[in-house]
């Protein structure tokens, strides 16, 4: 499994959630609303989820092991910081 796209929407307002993240897997597959969350150790992500009827959210679609769900990780907080970086290279070049 490779993920070849990862598009980031960044969050305006403040708070913990900071981007929406779209990914594409194997150029067949694609995973809408996985959110990039600001925690108390740093930054992580959450799975598409929908409440259910007791209250409870629970995932859409979610990695099966603990690997897959780490390079599916990893992957998109490295695209986010690099999104980052981006927009703070633009503004220095607009001033």
Same mark, same amino acid.
């Given at each position: 499994m490779q993920i070849t796209d990862?598009?980031?929407r960044k969050v305006a307002k403040e708070g913990k959630l900071k981007a929406v993240?779209?990914?594409?897997?194997d150029e067949e597959f694609v995973v809408h609303d996985i959110k990039v969350i600001e925690g108390e150790k740093g930054l992580f992500i959450a799975m598409p989820s929908k409440k259910s009827l007791d209250g409870e959210?629970?995932?859409i679609a979610h990695p099966i092991n603990s690997g897959t769900r780490e390079r599916i990780q990893s992957t998109i907080l490295e695209r986010y910081e690099q999104?980052? @970086? %981006? %927009?703070d %290279?633009? @503004? @220095?070049e607009e001033a």
């Open positions: 990862v598009r980031v993240v779209s990914i594409t897997i959210y629970r995932d999104s980052l @970086a %981006e %927009e %290279e633009m @503004a @220095a």
